[in-house]
């Protein structure tokens, strides 16, 4: 399999990134990485430990390559309720369902499940990559990760604890703010972004971008 549970990129995460408060965004000069609006995807779960991969095509020519990888994981479901990833129309919506604890894992570097495509993404010249979202709500504040897989083999993280919110956020992970060094950004094969934590959440993300 491609992904990597999110107990196990959480640790990996962890272990070289460093908790802090989010990085809310200014003005800056953007590059759009994804818009959300190639890929449209929607499964729905609802079995306890329930789990689904997807790999929804991308546009051709698109920067993070021919795929995006989707996870999307729910622990206990006491109440026998569903929980939904939605991506389509500029948004990629997380409804996690009452009483469900759901994660999400997103991958770009993948073409399917057993075929690597590097992404050999060169972002020299931005500061920062940033996630763009429409809404928080959450039970507990909410983890978000970002992890970037150089072409040299080196493995970078960044972390920031969210807030929920009903209103539009910009969160900000400067590059200088990786770990276990500033994050080369010269050549990157592979991006993952994971969300977790939050008790019962849900969540809107429409865009993922890189900043100046």
Request: proline share 6%; charged share 10%; hydrophobic share 40%.
């Amino acid at each position: 399999m491609v992904y990597m549970s999110i107990c196990k990129l959480t640790r990996l995460i962890a272990a070289v990134s460093v908790l802090g408060p989010a990085g809310v965004s200014g003005f800056a000069q953007t590059l759009t990485l994804d818009n959300f609006k190639s890929g449209a995807y929607t499964v729905t779960l609802e079995a306890p430990q329930a789990q689904n991969e997807h790999f929804a095509p991308l546009s051709a020519g698109s920067r993070l390559g021919p795929a995006r990888e989707t996870v999307l994981t729910i622990g206990a479901n006491p109440y026998g309720q569903k929980s939904t990833l939605d991506i389509h129309k500029g948004i990629c919506i997380l409804d996690g369902g009452f009483g469900v604890v759901p994660g999400v894992q997103i991958y770009y570097g993948f073409a399917d499940a057993t075929t690597p495509a590097p992404l050999g993404l060169n972002l020299t010249g931005y500061s920062a990559f940033r996630l763009n979202f429409a809404g928080i709500s959450t039970e507990l504040s909410l983890g978000v990760e970002i992890a970037v897989f150089a072409h040299s083999g080196a493995i970078y993280g960044a972390q920031q604890i969210l807030s929920p919110t009903p209103s539009n956020l910009s969160v900000d992970f400067p590059f200088s703010s990786f770990v276990p060094s500033a994050v080369d950004v010269s050549d990157i094969d592979t991006i993952g972004i994971v969300t977790w934590g939050g008790g019962t959440n849900s969540y809107g993300i429409i865009s993922f971008q890189a900043v100046e």
